[in-house]
């Protein structure tokens, strides 16, 4: 995956209805200035609590980006470490490797806090993906 050369921590999020109802929000982290990749998803039982979880996801991804990242280049040395790590945030490492094409985004220099005005698009991007009827079954 290429990284852009502004130097901004890159957040692409997607929404999804699983077969139990239950939203499944993914996120796929990309990190500019270690150029590496994370993704990771969480399962909320409202849009609007997926939203509120999301927020408080994308301020613990980049508030922590050293400690995740120093984790995805020695997790072979604990490979239990990785999923401790995220769960603390109540986040599970998204092994799928397909993204949906239908995501919104969200740019941000490293270890900055996430403005709130930021994810008002996200939050109607995702509510559209809803909307439309384009839900696909997550896991699948």
């Keep these: 995956m290429s990284f852009k050369s502004n130097h901004r921590n890159e957040y692409q999020c997607s929404i999804e209805v699983n077969h139990t109802g239950k939203y499944c929000v993914r996120v ?12 990771v998803y969480f399962l909320a039982s409202t849009f609007d609590r997926a ?5 408080e996801s994308l301020q613990f ?3 922590k980006e050293e400690r995740l990242w120093f984790w995805g280049v020695e997790h072979s040395d604990d ?6 790590l995220v769960q603390e945030a ?9 993204f949906p094409r ?5 740019a941000l220099s490293p270890e900055k806090r996430v403005p709130a005005v930021l994810l008002a ?3 109607r991007g995702l509510a559209g993906s809803i909307d439309n009827g384009r839900v ?4 699948n």
């Design 61 to 63: 991804l980049q508030q």
């Design 102 to 106: 239908r995501s919104a985004n969200v």
């Design 136 to 139: 696909s079954v997550a896991g």
């Design 90 to 98: 109540g986040l599970s490492l998204d092994r799928r490797v397909e």
């Design 79 to 84: 490979p239990q470490f990785s999923g401790e």
């Design 51 to 55: 939203m509120t979880k999301l927020e």
């Design 28 to 39: 796929r982290a990309m990190y500019a200035r270690k150029g590496w990749v994370l993704p």
């Design 121 to 123: 698009p996200v939050r």
